[in-house]
C-alpha cells in the first residue's frame, strides 16, 4: 500500500529545495501546495513575522478522515542547518548522502517526505482512518522559532508522532526542560595595587557563589552547568563585572525549579560574604540573575496509546523500536508544552548537522511504515 520508492522520489525532490533556516519561504509553497494536491485545507499561519526568516509561517494541512475519531497529529521541520544549498544527492543501494559538500537536509526531509507519502497512500487506498493533521514547522534549528510562535488554535488534535529523530530505533518518550541561566555579578573597581580593599571583586563573589552550588550531574534526571565566562580586562584592576552563562535541565519541571533556585540562592550566599564597609560607607556586590525558559520537557508514558501502537507495530513488522529518552530539545519539547503529546521516532538519518549526513533506507522505510501503522489505527 506504501510505496516506498514515491517516497523515496519525494525526499529527493524535498532536498532540492535549499531551506536553510531563515530561508524557508519555496519549501513553505512547496509542501503547501503538495498537500493542497493531497486534499487537505491548508492554512499557513503569519509566524514567520516573528524571526528573522523568508517564509510567511509554519504550514498545516487538515486531510479528512474515514472515521469518527480525534485528529492523528503528525510534526516535521521544513528547515535545515547549514551548509544546506545546492544539496546533491548521492544514491546508493542501501543508502543516500550527499556530494559531501553540503548536508543532506534527511533531518528532516526524511520526516516531511514520509508524511507525505502516508497522505498520499491513505488518499489512494480505502483504509479506514482518522483525520490527520499535519504540521510542517520553520526555523526548528535555530531554537524551535515555528513552534513557539505556531497559531495552536488551528489544531484540534492533541495526539500523534514527530518524524525528527537520528538513528533508526528510537521512539523518543521523554526529553529534559530547559533553563538558561544568565548572571550578572557587578561588583566594585579599585586599583588592585593602590587600593584593592575598596573593592569588590566580581570574580571573588562569583567563585563563592560556584564554590557553594551543586553543579553538572545533580541526580539522574537533572543536570546543571556553566559553560562560558565573560569578564575583567586587565590585571591591576579589581574586577567590576563578570557574566556567568549556563544552564539547567531535567526532565522533571520541579525539579528543574528546585535546581534553578539554588542556583540563584548560592548567589544571595555570596553577595552576603561579600557585603562590606568601604570609606564607613555598606558596599555590597548586585547580581542580576536571569533564568529564562528554553523549552518544556517531553514526559509520555510508555503505556500511552500511540506508543503502544508502534511498539506493538514494530513487533509485528520486526523492526527493532526502543522508546527511550533524549538530552535534547526539538519542537516536540514546544508542543509538549502546549498540551501535545508526539513521541519522536527515528527516521534513519545518521550524522546530522554533518556533511557527512546519511539516510539509511531500510530503516527510512521501517519509519514509513510504522507512521502508517499508527496513523491507521488510530481512534480516540
Ligand atoms: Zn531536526
Known amino acids: 500500500m506504501i510505496n516506498q520508492k514515491r517516497a523515496v522520489d519525494t525526499f529527493l525532490k524535498l532536498i532540492q529545495i535549499d531551506s536553510e533556516s531563515g530561508n524557508e519561504k519555496k519549501m513553505q509553497e512547496y509542501v503547501a501546495a503538495e498537500l493542497k494536491k493531497l486534499g487537505c485545507r491548508v492554512v499557513v499561519d503569519n509566524a514567520g513575522k516573528h ?32 551548509p544546506g544549498r545546492g544539496i546533491r544527492a548521492v544514491v546508493k543501494k542501501d543508502c543516500i548522502v550527499s556530494d559531501g559538500k553540503t548536508i543532506l537536509g534527511a533531518d528532516d ?4 517526505a514520509i508524511i507525505l507519502e502516508v497522505l498520499r497512500s491513505l488518499k489512494e487506498n480505502k483504509v479506514p482512518h482518522p483525520p490527520v493533521e499535519v504540521l510542517f514547522t520553520l526555523c526548528e534549528e535555530r531554537g524551535m522559532h515555528g513552534s513557539k510562535n505556531l497559531d495552536y488554535k488551528q489544531l484540534k488534535g492533541r495526539e500523534g508522532m514527530i518524524l525528527d529523530n537520528e538513528g533508526g530505533d528510537e521512539l523518543l518518550i521523554q526529553g529534559p526542560a530547559v533553563n538558561d541561566v544568565v548572571v550578572d555579578v557587578i561588583g566594585i573597581s579599585a586599583h588592585a595595587g593602590a587600593c584593592p580593599e575598596k573593592g569588590i571583586s566580581a570574580l571573588e563573589v562569583a567563585a563563592y557563589a560556584i564554590s557553594h552550588m551543586k553543579l553538572g550531574r545533580i541526580d539522574k534526571e537533572t543536570v546543571a552547568n556553566f559553560g562560558a565566562v565573560q569578564g575583567g580586562q586587565v590585571p591591576n584592576a579589581v574586577m567590576e563585572k563578570l557574566t556567568l552563562i549556563g544552564e539547567a535541565r531535567s526532565l522533571k519541571i520541579e525539579k528543574l525549579a528546585k535546581q534553578t533556585e539554588h542556583m540563584r540562592k548560592a548567589f544571595e550566599l555570596a553577595i552576603k560574604k561579600y557585603t562590606k564597609k568601604i570609606d564607613g560607607k555598606v558596599c555590597k556586590p548586585v547580581v542580576n540573575f536571569n533564568a529564562t525558559k528554553r523549552y518544556h520537557s517531553v514526559q509520555i508514558s510508555k503505556s500511552h496509546p500511540v506508543v503502544k501502537a508502534l511498539v ?60 502508517w501503522a499508527a496513523v491507521t489505527s488510530y481512534k480516540k
Open 51 to 82: 524571526f528573522n526568516t523568508n517564509a510567511k509561517g509554519n504550514v498545516m494541512g487538515f486531510f479528512p478522515g474515514t472515521v469518527k475519531s480525534a485528529p492523528f497529529v503528525l510534526v516535521a521541520h521544513l528547515d535545515t542547518v547549514q
Open 109 to 112: 526531509k526524511a520526516g516531511v
Open 312 to 371: 506493538a507495530a514494530a513487533k509485528r513488522l520486526k523492526f527493532p523500536l526502543y522508546p527511550r529518552s533524549s538530552g535534547g530539545g526539538c519542537d516536540a519539547n514546544v508542543l509538549s508544552g502546549k498540551g501535545f503529546t508526539l513521541p519522536n521516532l527515528s527516521v534513519g538519518v545518521y550524522g546530522c548537522h554533518t556533511v557527512h549526513e546519511k539516510l539509511v533506507l531500510k530503516e527510512f522505510y521501517a519509519a514509513l511504515a510504522l507512521t
